[in-house]
């Protein structure tokens, strides 16, 4: 069981690093493609990889699982949620957008209990209370300066957060490789539909950067752009795979924590792609949601290791 548990903490990490690799990709071209165009190369992009890699875990015949439904259910709010996160990061600087949808973890925690079964103490609770005032701290509300486009980043968060709790509750039958085969083929359908809905409304633009991004109509992408756009087929499959597969391993609770790693990244590749450089407020936001976090976590590990403890103590 630790061994689970810690293979699937270093899987969270890492499919956190591979994952936060899109950003730069998609932001660089979010100001002349719609996000639609991009999430439907690239997943046209991951569908072969997807095949091969399933075919290597558990056989192509394990796509025609009987619990299709729920599968496609998590994709569609898979689909949703990475929708809202490309949309936010189109108008939001990098650090901004990657610390609201880090209350990801704590929503997971929160919600670990009445969706899957599994103990959250009332001190996780507090924890997402405090993650709570960490958004309101980067939001800002009455500054003057909020954008809504901080919004999108943070319902992605709790949507995002929902589906890996559904990766825990079918990770018994289902393989990480089968559930990311499911998103990205319903990243394809959906980029597919959503384009095609906004093309019959006749909606070419927006004056927002989040909706420009979201209505803009297709174009013939230059040699450069579309290689941008297919690398993320790539680091898409790796990191579905990635993610599917902590959740998959280990509880919910304790392994969500270490989403936190991706911090690190994203103010990265802001700066050193976008010149973009955090204000003290993301900062100071930043850190209360990360220590919340942290705080649970170590509460959670507490709660774990103390039957353990008594049994070591126990003269019988």
């Given at each position: 069981?630790?061994?689970?548990?810690?293979?699937?903490?270093?899987?969270?990490?890492?499919?956190?690093?591979?994952?936060?690799?899109?950003?730069?990709?998609?932001?660089?071209?979010?100001g002349?493609?719609?996000v639609?165009?991009?999430?439907?190369i690239?997943?046209?992009?991951?569908?072969?990889?997807?095949?091969?890699?399933?075919?290597?875990?558990?056989?192509?015949?394990?796509?025609f699982?009987?619990?299709?439904?729920?599968?496609?259910?998590?994709?569609?709010?898979?689909?949703?949620?990475?929708?809202?996160?490309?949309?936010?990061?189109?108008?939001?600087?990098?650090?901004?957008?990657?610390?609201?949808?880090?209350?990801?973890?704590?929503?997971?925690?929160?919600?670990?209990?009445?969706?899957?079964?599994?103990?959250?103490?009332?001190?996780?609770?507090?924890?997402?209370?405090?993650?709570?005032?960490?958004?309101?701290?980067?939001?800002?509300?009455?500054?003057?300066?909020?954008?809504?486009?901080?919004?999108?980043?943070?319902?992605?968060?709790?949507?995002?957060?929902?589906?890996?709790?559904?990766?825990?509750k079918?990770?018994?039958?289902?393989?990480?490789?089968?559930?990311?085969?499911?998103?990205?083929?319903?990243?394809?359908?959906?980029?597919?539909?959503?384009?095609?809905?906004?093309?019959?409304?006749?909606?070419?633009?927006a004056?927002?950067?989040?909706?420009?991004?979201?209505?803009?109509?297709?174009?013939?992408?230059?040699?450069?752009?579309?290689?941008?756009?297919?690398?993320?087929?790539?680091?898409?499959?790796?990191?579905?795979?990635?993610?599917?597969?902590?959740?998959?391993?280990?509880?919910?609770?304790?392994?969500?924590?270490?989403?936190?790693?991706?911090?690190?990244?994203?103010?990265?590749?802001?700066?050193?792609?976008?010149?973009?450089?955090?204000?003290?407020?993301?900062?100071?936001?930043?850190?209360?949601?990360?220590?919340?976090?942290?705080?649970?976590?170590?509460?959670?590990?507490?709660?774990?290791?103390?039957?353990?403890?008594?049994?070591?103590?126990d003269?019988?």
């Open positions: 069981m630790q061994n689970r548990i810690v293979l699937g903490m270093a899987s969270l990490c890492l499919g956190v690093l591979v994952f936060s690799l899109q950003d730069p990709l998609i932001k660089a071209v979010s002349t493609y719609p639609t165009e991009v999430m439907a690239r997943s046209i992009v991951a569908l072969p990889i997807l095949l091969v890699l399933v075919h290597a875990d558990v056989g192509l015949r394990a796509i699982s009987k619990r299709f439904r729920m599968l496609t259910m998590r994709a569609l709010i898979l689909f949703t949620s990475y929708t809202l996160y490309y949309l936010a990061i189109a108008a939001l600087p990098l650090a901004d957008a990657v610390a609201l949808y880090f209350m990801a973890p704590l929503f997971i925690m929160a919600l670990a209990g009445p969706y899957l079964g599994e103990r959250v103490a009332g001190q996780t609770l507090v924890t997402v209370m405090v993650g709570m005032l960490g958004v309101l701290v980067m939001l800002r509300p009455g500054a003057g300066l909020f954008d809504w486009a901080a919004l999108l980043s943070l319902a992605s968060a709790v949507l995002y957060g929902f589906s890996q709790l559904m990766a825990r079918i990770g018994d039958t289902e393989s990480s490789t089968v559930m990311a085969f499911y998103q990205n083929g319903v990243y394809l359908l959906g980029a597919a539909a959503v384009a095609g809905l906004f093309w019959l409304a006749g909606i070419a633009h004056t927002h950067p989040s909706l420009e991004f979201l209505v803009r109509p297709w174009i013939w992408p230059t040699s450069i752009d579309f290689l941008t756009m297919a690398a993320c087929g790539v680091v898409a499959s790796a990191g579905m795979i990635l993610l599917s597969q902590a959740y998959r391993l280990a509880p919910a609770n304790g392994v969500a924590t270490f989403e936190y790693t991706g911090i690190i990244w994203s103010p990265l590749w802001g700066f050193l792609f976008f010149a973009e450089v955090p204000r003290s407020t993301t900062v100071v936001g930043a850190a209360l949601i990360i220590g919340a976090g942290l705080f649970a976590l170590n509460a959670s590990r507490r709660r774990s290791s103390a039957p353990a403890i008594a049994a070591t103590c003269p019988a």
